[in-house]
């Protein structure tokens, strides 16, 4: 399982919204051998005044966040760090300095998903990638 959150200022964000999902989603197809068909984004548009960072960051600047099951190795986490970065500065031309990244694991037994602890879950897809 991957859900994904996406921050930035609203003015932004909203115009490469869905270039953005598609770039986020490839990465994590090729890094994870994840299935092509799941895709859980949220964008979350934030005001300028609601949205507080450091100088060195332009209005470009966007947070994604990443929550999956655990299993995944450092190895495939690195590679889906690396891939977001060249990927969304090189296609949306947000620099690198403007983007950050976390990725949270946690146990498959704290996620319900479709009526079902996560541990109980007929998967698709492997996640010990």
Not at 23 to 29: F, S
Not at 89 to 101: A, H, M, Q, T, V
Not at 107 to 125: A, F, S, V
């Amino acid at each position: 399982m991957a859900q994904i959150k996406v921050y930035g200022i609203k003015e932004h964000l909203k115009p490469l919204q869905g270039e953005l999902s598609s770039v986020i989603h490839g990465c994590v197809v090729d890094a994870f051998q994840y299935p092509v068909g799941k895709r859980f984004h949220r964008f979350i548009h934030l005001e300028q005044e609601d949205f507080l960072f450091s100088e060195d960051r332009s209005d470009k600047y966007t947070i994604i966040e990443i929550s999956i099951f655990e299993g995944r190795s450092v190895e495939s986490k690195k590679k889906l760090i690396t891939l977001l970065f060249e990927r969304i500065s090189s296609e949306l031309y947000i620099e690198p300095n403007d983007i950050e990244i976390t990725i949270f694991e946690t146990p498959k037994h704290n996620w319900g998903i479709r009526g079902l602890p996560g541990d109980e879950l007929q998967l698709n897809y492997k996640v010990n990638v």
